[in-house]
Each structure stands twice: as structure tokens, then as C-alpha cells.
């Protein structure tokens, strides 16, 4: 087979990429599945649940879930284009690849896009959207686009602060959030923050192969999409609110991959979400413990408020290749870190620090970009980025009540381990 | 998990539906792998591979195929929207639900669409077509939607002779053809018959999962994806002939299902293209041999040249309800047969026999039908549709030359076997 | 990979040899676990919950479980070498290719065997061992090795019986029961009968692949060991039981397995011993009708009260050769039959019907026996197998109480199944 | 399921025990399969093919291997019992827990047990044996039992020096050799260093689960069976030799972990032997460079001359507990050490570096013993382990021809990667 056929290399591949992330064993195992008949009398137990528990994770009562066998760009897609019409005019903040070619999809579906230009490194200019709205007295703005975490910088935006500058300007634009790289690790509150669509892919906070795109709806949305002229067959809502509704989906669904998210949110629930939120922030912060104080290097982010808990660019300094680092750690440590793409192409790598992961499991992130950094030539000390990693972990527990509770007992119990013959 | 936490049915639930079909252990396995990074150096192997060995399924030496995250519904959309403007006319010949279905989805992406019927157990009137492009001097018809294999009916229909017919008319319509129950089962000669778009997804003949659409184009036809004016981005094929160039895609693959497929093109390699549809006629002439031979019954389709070597359509007699025999064989025998649609509902079931099967998986499909039909009343003579499906079996071998070859040798090595204490 | 490597035979093997059996999905999946430390802290929760749960599969209270990393084999071994001493007298009744080989063993491991020969196609042969017991009045015998399903030649003994008979008279030896093929599918009850060590494997009725030997033993044989002079040190029990009472074993355990284990004994449970005994029933006396009614044959058990509800040993008529009927199905139907061994090489073929299984994966092994049987020129009517084994299901239910009530339930739902648009 | 019931810990549970190592994704995907035959007429393909290939890891062209359903420790009882009678005189030095093991192994089955006593941190005492063998005129010295890797204490021992010692004494004693924490990972020459009996298992360099314990024999040890008085069965080499000729096993073999093993085999050779030995040492000696230079520790081999490639064990300061730092690496960072075991327990930790690994997965051992060591309060610099690794690996490449030569070809090409759009 071809994924064992090329001349072998040892070990684990590390995957420190902002996704796919790693897959747990117990949702790689939910995926061996015999094949089923998806329209048995079973199989909205299935359905059921999942559609159910999704809302959960997005935070939303009155928010409606829908799961596409696509990518998330379908679901970047199946969300403009439910509800919205050719030339309908939208906001898009872009300040990173992937908010750039949410615009650029927009463009291409035929809607009127406005691009803000923020420079990479920052997020959502929430003040300047407001100033927009407010002075947008035909509301003749149909949506804001606003990644949530931007993949490309590592910056997260204030969601929040965007709805409430919204509602100051009594604007009644649909907001779109792209929460593919934050959803299922950084807080997402749907309802909280009054989001119309949100999107998410399944290969990032839940721990699966790519293959399903995931949208969440609100009610507000879901009455706009008798009206979108959009053209649309395969990502239609209304085809999925009717065949939903009876636990069925209206094409041949994903199975394994539903098996697998079942399985992946099990374990999210099992961890707890708050739990979850933490996790990500504590290994996050160990990581730009590691950035800062380690190597002496900065994130692409430029400011503590932008710093996204899933990803981090690192800014390699003045005169070196970011992508002759990836490229060593590829090559030489097994080593997956994420590229600089567009505007910080060799000027940055990146490491994920979303889904299934540990301390333990960054470290290797962390010693073999540092590794392939010494090995570029990079003046970075040895050992230096994991040690201030380790420090940061040593000294701290995630934070959320629960976890540190659960912190604790890890720790707290006596050390009563292996008997004499062990 | 929640698949198996209701009660437990024990046992193997028989899948007899035509498609998802049966994962072989061997696709199950190559799923089970590691995420990886896919815009790594080492990915575009496994990208040109399946590529490649993608045109060999269908048959062509100039056609280009392209894989989607999507359902197979996802490749009808993608081939309409790449190839056609709004307003464009296209001729639907009408004989099942998935003819009717994609009928449907190219009416709402806004094409002309004028539909043929033709009653449901025939297939693609290919003379009535002849004329209708005769007549249309001016050319303004731009496709003709074909449904090689109905699997609503277990209806095929002679794509070669509606390409002759087309010829003969001198018309350059594209031909699109669905080949979604048909490919990777049935021969399939893209080249040969001049197919234009052809589409198929993972989980019939390619023995997969859900969750990939594939598309094939023809050079005729990717010449007109610069021309077309549906609004499209997800299924945009320029995308993905800019990435694929290179064995990358335009956003995250579905890798585990990638992985699947390249364990299962080996496969069918290994078998051998000519024995696979040699397989898969020897296997539903016994499967109609029950029903015609065994139970006096009859398919759907009304005469042999309409025969489906993957799927057979039986009409229960009348006054009794096809249902009641899906329903009784799924919750008393654990067999998922295939439900009757729309205008056939009630009025038969379906056995899919495609994908990853022999003979004795057949039978536990015939023999549950069996049992089903008996329970619901229907005078059917117990064992006579495995009686006569074996006799089928016992007296025939597959026909293609290496096939029938190949078993002979399975029978003819000396009965060695077993030895003493074995 | 060899497993793919040969020339591919289409579909899946159907397996119905007795043993190993087929593993259903869900202890597939348990088995696709990392490797862990098997002295943490964490790994007593795994073996103490399996230990507790074996009891139950025992259906004992007192008796205590152990779990090898051997086959069955080795938990014969186990049970033999921890009890007894070079030299003690046992007395084994010999009535098939299992009760000899144990027969066998207890001889070349230096004890004083006494052979019972009866007749194959009869079982332990209850009263002549009464006698024999009555008229050992100094107890020189110190064990019987009763196999409470002979594998060889479908037949299953009273164990009940056999105690009563040991109680009647007045002796203390042990009672070492073979229950590779009949536990976890046939009502076996170790503190009931008064068993004393009862051994089995994991590829039978636990539906795992082979690996795990499986011994429960009595606390009166517990007693024993301390003074069994056997040399032994793989097999020795005093080493489980001091590191089996803190969660460990004495040397690393077969990880996976165990894991599998765990899943099994959930379905087993899950599905209820009542049940899964009463589904074997209900199966096996389906197949007894296929031979009998529908092919006219013999089963190798001389009379009802020896059939086994785990497998059938069919005799063929005189002039045929059992192997060539073999044979054939295996390579011309991919049906893997067991074979005659021994006495009756070439005059049996045997279908093992134990394990994860229903009606219609039954199925296939008598209609693929059957088709075998007629290309070996045997006169049997073709579908008269099936036909005679569906109208048993047909007519018939799993006797148990809580079973005859799920079959119901099974069937008595509303025929509400698929919507229109399914 | 027990294995993810309990309160989840987030993350891949760092495996750095010696033993079970990391199961590679491909050897995890061989073992989803089926069951089958294990009578059947195809399946010797598989049986020849491990048994054939088990030679190469050996390095032997006379010798035999035979693979048990057991444990290693059952392939330790199958050399001694098959080879040796009671009261049989054999010599054991002793110097580690697992030399101590198999001692008390060979006293417990019958045999005059001569203890050589060695201080723990030193191997087999070459000079002193040789001096007893030359003193054994009467050759009343039937075996040696040498633990080629004593995997409690990190000690490799010279075999081919033991070896030369033997033939200077020109004594005919049969020398058998613990390799289960070696073969696979370090230079096993069993021809060259005339190993009559080597044991091993499938849980260390062959990356298995545990379940397999592999013996391989020498034509001289193999005339030896027939004479050799010990009472045996399970583990009959007799038994084996005779149905392993035709392909099969004298009991239901563990099938899905002899898959495994076909698939890690696979591994091996792809790898190239000479490179999997290479790489072992390379990546130890990047452990020890940690251990050393990194900390200031000791390992607890005495001399480099000792130094295991697969383990080592690491001693802690006077005044602190190494089970201390184990449970806090297990509780707070999930990483599995290794304990001291008898002597050194408390004294030492162990990681182990044998099977599937890599740099950076050993990096997250490293860097988690290091923090637990902080969190015990022993003084290290944090980072330093890992600091003086990476140093040593960016530094070094593993040293076989053919490594070397595939490591600079791992650096050498182009940064070509990850072009714009990626």
C-alpha cells in the first residue's frame, strides 16, 4: 500500500500542524465500522443524537446543527449561500489566509464583498465595524464575516465585542463566524454572542479526519433561507431541515465519520467542555512560554489579547527561512509544523496546539522546531524552549474550576504504585 | 457508544441494499491510519496515485478525474455547475428516482430542463433522443443527463448507443452520465462511449465509506469550465486543477477515506477490472434466477436488456406491500433490503448485489427475502430462491476469460488438504 | 502484505468452521488499542472488572478465573499441572479428537490415565464412571476429564448428570471440565455442577481471535495447589493469585486481547446469557432441521440428547468423501467447513454454529454446504437445506423467556419505516 | 468500555516503558482482520512466511524458530523444558531482575540452578564462566542462561565474548540467551555467537502487543528434544517441529497478532536491519547524552561496555525516591516510566528506547521525567535533558552504512516544499 511503500521512517509522525489534528484511539476505533443501511429504521438514533449534542458544543439552545460530508470550506459555502443573494453586499475583515479566502469565496459566489484590511497579526477590527454599521442607515450590509481564529497568524478575535458593536449600531446584518480552527477548543458561546452561522470542519477541536463540514444556525438565519437566491442543490438547507427532522439526511451520509464524531463527543463531554477550554489555554501558554521566553522569539499575533489558544506563528528572525525550518523538521525530525502562508510565507512557521493533545505531546513539537532552528542556523539556545514550556506547566494548572480540581487529584493521590514484584 | 448501546441484535446485519455496500477488511484496515500533514512532500504520492489509477476505473486515457469530500450527490452538482450557465438547456430522460433526482438538481440550479419520462423499469430511450437532437439544428441543447444504472429500478441503460445515437445526430451536447451504481461494477467505457462527466461516489462499487464524489471530465468538457457561469466555489474543478497538478487539493482531503480508496483500487486491480464485472453478472444472473426461477416473481425491469448486474428490483404480487417484507426482513432477520421509491413504493423491495460480494453473501440475502415474503403471506416455496440461485452458481463460472480461468484453478488443485491430525 | 498478496477471492470468507468464530465489529474495534504500562496505576480497573465478569460467565460464586496468554491448550495444561501430581490416576472418557488429545496430554505430562473409549457420536458416559467411582473405594482416583462439548463430533454431555453421579458416590476427585466449545453459547454452570476446573478459550464463544486461555477453578481445587508436585512455572496458579489479587499478572498480558475480552463480555451481557444461550438453541436446531428434514442426512450424534447446540458434524452417505465436499466449498464458495478428524476423517464435514451469529449468516454455510455436496454428486434437493432450516426460524423463537419477549418486540413495531423520500 | 470509562486524561499517553513498546499505525492496521482457517489450505502461505522470516531477525540460516501463543516468558519455560531434564546442572548469572526471573524459573521446573551473583549494573561475567567451564571436566554443565539485554538494570552483555569463552573451554553446554529486550533492536547474531536457544517476544522490538513468545533453536539443541525429560506439552517443540513442516500449529494460533507480526516484519526489513540496529543506538546514545551531560545523572550500567541500547535506568540522588518521580510523570504528565524493580527499586527509573521510536518521541520522555525529577525537587536545569539530546542527535546521524546514507538523503533535497497557495 502506498502509505507503507516509500522507504520507511521510524516512529510516530508528529503532527503539529493546526490541523488535522491528532485522532484519539477511541474515536479511530468508533470508525471501524461495518457499512449500514442509512435509511433503517436505527439509524436516527444516530442522526439524533449527534444534531443534538452538536449544539452543545457550539453553546446554542435555539441554534440548529448541520453536518455536511464535506470540508469545512462546504460549510463556509452551505452558510453564504443559504442566505444570502447574488449582490448582496458583506463585510469581510480579512487579516490572514483564511479570512482571505472566505472573501474571495464570497467574491466568487457573486456577492458584493467589502474587504477591511487589517494587518496580519491582528484580528476583527471591532470599532471600525461598528463606525460601518452605524453609518449604514439602509442596512444595506447583509452579513459580517469575522474568523474567529485565524489560523494562518494565530489570532483570535473577540466575538463578543463584535456582536456588541452590532447591537450598538442596531444593525441587523447576520454575522457569520468561520470557527473552524476555535470551535471545540477556545469558548464559543453561539447564543451568547448572538452568531447566525457558524462554521467548523470536523478535523480541528473534534479530533476527526477531515470530511465532515458543520454548521450551526440560528433561528434568525434559518428565516432568511426562503428567501436567499443563491443557487444551491447539494449544501440546500431546506433539504437537510426536512430530512433531519426524521433522523435522515438527504444523500448517503458519512457513516464512519459520524461514528467517529459520535465517539469524539463523548470524549469532549467526558473531559468537559470548560475542562477543554482550559487544557488549551494552559498548553498554549506553555508553548508561548517556550516562543518568548525559551527562544527569545515573537508570534505573529502582536498583541496578548490576539493570541490564539489553538496555533502559534512564530516569526523567524530577519535573514532566515521559516519554510527551510519546516522543511528540516519534515525531513529530519519527522516533524509536521504548519507553513507561512501568503503574506508570511517564510517568514513564520506555525505549531498547533488544538485538539487531543498533552504537554508531553508539545514537547516534541517544541524540540524539534527548536532542533530545526539550530540546525538552520538560528540562534536559539538548546533545550531552551522546552525548558521555559515545562516551567510554565510545572508551575501552573489549567484553569476552569473542574480542571483544576481534576489537576489536583492527579496529583494528589499517594504514590502507592507498583509493589514490590512489579 | 451509541452503536451498540440499544438492544443488541446479534450477528452480522446483511446489508443488501444497493450501496453503502460492504467494506472488504482490507479497505477497513487502510482507514485506520494516523493524521497527517497534507500539504507535506510526501502527500502528493498517495494524490498522483489515486489520481492516476482513478482513469483506469473509467476507463479513459484522456479524462480527468477529480475527487471531492462530498457525497456522489456532490459530483452531479459539480459536474452541472462546471459545464453549464444558468438557462442552459439539458435533456433529462426520467425513469427512477435518481434520474428524477438529479432532474430536480439541475432544475434548481437553474438550468433548462426538459425531462423525458419514460416508465419506470426502462432505461435511456436512446432512438426518442436521436430525434430531439436531430431536430435541434440550432444546437441548443448543451447536455443530456444519463443515468447509466438506475438504481431505483435495477434499470441499465446502453450509454454506447446513446453516444452512436448523438453522433449519428451529429450534436455536440456534453454527455453526462451518472455512474454512481454502475462504476467499478458494471463495464464503463468513458473513452469508448464519448462520456463527458461521469460521476460516482465511494460507497458502491469503490467499496468505501460515504464521503467521496467523484468526477470524471472529459478534455471536451474541462475546455468549457472557463465558459460556464454558475456561481460555484466548493465544487469549483478550476481549483482543483491548479492543486491537483501538483498532488495537493484546494482544502483539507478526507484522508482516512483516501487511504480507503487506495486499498481499494489495489483491489480491484488485483481481481482484475474484466473479472469484477464478469463477478458481478454471474452474481445477479443468480440472484434473478431466484426470483424469476425460484419465486415466479419478476423485476422491475421490463425486459432483459434493462437488466442491473447490481441491483434487482422485485415486484412483490399484488395485494401485498413490499414494505411489510423490508420491515419484517430488517427487524426479525437483521437484512437491510433496498425500499421501493417514490412512484414503486410498496410495490418492491431491491437486493443491491454489488461491491465486495460472492455467492453464499447472497444467500443470506435471498434466503432473508425469502423468509420475509413467506411471513407477510406472499406463496413463495420455501428454499426455492436459493435452490435456484445455487443451481445458477453451480452451473455457471464468471465469463470474462481470465475469470473463468482463474476458477477453474480454485477448483481444480488436489483435494491435499487437512492432513491427519489436522 | 500476505494477507492481501494472493490471487483475491472476492467477498468474505464465510466462516463457519467451529472455532475460532467471528468477531463481531464492536470487540474489533476494543482490540485496536495503544500499548499501555501494564504496572500503572490505572491497569488493576481492566483486569479486576474482567476477573469479576468471568464469574458470571462461569455462572459461579465461588470459583476464581485466570486469564493466560496461551490458547486452550494451555489452560488444559494449566488445569492439569496445578492439581495433580506425576503419577495420580485420572480417568478421561474418549469419545472424539478433543477428548483424546486431553486424554493425550494428561498422559505425556506423567499421569496415570485411564481411558473410557465410547462410541463417537456418544457423550461422557455418566453411569459406567458411577461404577467405576463406587468401586474406587481408596480414591486412587484423583480427577475426571470430562469434555463437555466434543468439537470433533457435535456432541454434548450432561455434566449435571455426571456430578450427581460422582456425589452418588461418595468421591472426592476432581471434576476438570472442557469447556472450550460449549461456554459463553451453552448453559454451563460451574457451581451448580460442582465443577471443579473448567477451562476455555477465547476464539469460541467469547468471540475473540485466539490467544487468551481461560481456566476457572473451584476453591476446593485452589486447595489443591499447593500440593500438586506437577513442575510447572508459566502455568502456575500461585503466581496469578498473589499478583491477580492487586490487578496484575505475573508476566506482560496479551493487551489487546484483553481489551477485546472486556468488549465481548459487554455483548454477552448486554445480550443476556439467557438469551445467548437460547439464540444457540434456536440456531443450531435450524440447522439440525437442514440436515436432517432437508437433506435427509445424519448428524455423527447418535441420539438428541447428544446434539450439540455449538456445532453439527454431518455425516455423508456412504461413498462420498466428507474432504472433497470440503474442499470444494472452500475453494470454489469460500466457505470454510470443519473437517472430519481422526476416526471420522472423510466421513464428516462440520458446521460450527457458535458465536456472534443469526439466521442468515447460517445461511450461507448450508446452502454453500449444500452446493458442495451436490458438486460432489451427493443427492440432496437443491434449496431443500435453507428451505428447511427458514421454516424452523420461521416458526419458531429463542426459547428464553426475556428472548421470546425481545423476538416479539422485535417484530411488533409499526411497519413506519422509510418516509416517502427514503 | 472500561478503557475510556474512567475520567479522561487528554492526550496520548507517552509509552517509555521497555516494553510493550509503541504498536506502528501499520502493524495496528494488520491486526483488524477476520478470523479464518487456521486449517485451511491457504494458510500456511502465512505460517512459512513468518517462520522463514523470524530467521533474518535471528540472523541464523540453521536454526528454527517457533512462535507460542504465550508470553516470552512461556518461550523462556519452552527452551528450558524442551532441551533440559530434571536436575540437569545449568550456570545463571545473575544481575537484574529478569536474569533473576528466569533462574528461579529453571530452579522452580527441576533443574540444579548454579547462581552466579554479579553486582546489578554489570553483565554476564564472561572471564569467571569461562573459568567454571574449563573447571566442568566432567561437562556436568548442561546449559548457560545469559540475558543478553537485562532489562531492569539497562546491561548488555558480550554474547559472542561468552561464546568465544565457551569454545576455549571446549564445553558442549547449550547456551541459551534472553533476548526479549534485544532482539530486533540490537545486533542478535545467532549463528555467529552459536545461541542454541534465543528467546524473545512480540511486545519489544517486534512491535507487537504481547501474546507471542518466539524461540528459535539450533540443529544442535533441536537433537537435544528427544532425550531432554522434563514433562512438557503446551509448549512442545516436538509438536511444533512436526506441524509447523506443513504450515500449521498443534492448537488454534493467535491469529490476529501473527498478522501484526507479518506486517512488523515488513517494517524491519524496509528499514533495513543493520539501519534498525543503527538507529537504537543512535537514539540511546541521545538518551544517555540527557542523562549525563543533560541532568548529571547516572545510568546504572557501570561502564560504557554495559550500556544498553534499548534501556536505560536512571539513577536518582541520594535522598530521593524514583517512585516518586514515576507516579508524578504518570499522574500529572501521562508518561509511563519504567520502575526499579527488586534491588534498585527506588533507586532508579527507567525509559525505555527500543521498537518504533524517533527523536522527538523521545524527546517527550526526556522532557516529562525531567519535570517529575523538578517536581520531586532533584535539581535539574530545566531543558537541559532535552537540550543535550537534540544536541546530540542534531550532531550525529544513526551510523550504519546504509543509515547514513538515507539520513543525508533525508536532508539533501531541495526546500522545495509547500508552494504559494499551500
Redesign the interface.
Known sequence: ????S??????????A?P????????V???????????????FP??TH?LLSDLKKIYRTAEGQPFI???????A??AALTNTLS?GDRVLVPRFGQFSHLWAD?AQ???FDVEILDVDWGEGVPVERIGEILKADRQHTIKGILACHNETATGVTSDIGALRRAMDAAGHPALLFVDGVSSIGCIDFRMDEWGVDLAVT?S?KGLML???LGILCVSQKALKTIGHAK???????LADMV??NA?G?F????????L?GL??AL??LF??GLDN?FA?HHYLASGVRAAITE?WGLEVCAKAPKWHSDTVSAIVVPEGF?A??V???A???????LG?G??KV?GKVFRIGHLG??????L???I??A??AM??AGIDV????????A??Y??THTPGAQTATH??T???A?P????????
Open positions: 500500500m502506498s502509505n507503507t516509500a522507504a520507511r521512517i521510524p516512529g510516530r509522525n508528529i503532527l500542524v490541523g488535522p489534528t491528532n485522532v484519539p484511539d477511541a479511530q476505533r468508533a470508525m471501524v465500522v461495518s457499512m449500514e443501511d442509512h435509511r433503517s429504521t436505527k438514533e444516530l443524537g455536511f460530508p464535506s470540508s469545512g470550506t462546504g463556509w459555502e447574488p469565496m466568487r459566489l457573486g470542519g478535523q479526519p477531515a470530511g443563491s443557487r444551491r442543490c447539494y449544501f440546500d426536512r430530512t426524521t435522515y438527504p444523500y448517503t451520509p458519512a457513516l464512519s465519520l461514528y459520535r465517539a463523548d470524549l467526558q473531559e477543554v487544557r525559551g527561512n519554510a527551510q519546516i522543511d528540516t519534515y525531513r529530519r525530525y519527522n516533524l509536521a507553513a502562508l501568503s510565507a487531543d493533545l498533552n504537554e508531553l505531546m514537547v516534541s513539537a524540540a524539534g527548536e532542533m539550530l540546525d539556545r538548546p533545550g531552551s524552549g522546552v525548558g521555559a515545562g516551567q506547566w510545572r481534576a489537576a487529584q492527579r496529583v493521590e504514590v502507592a504504585r507498583r509493589a514490590a514484584n512489579a
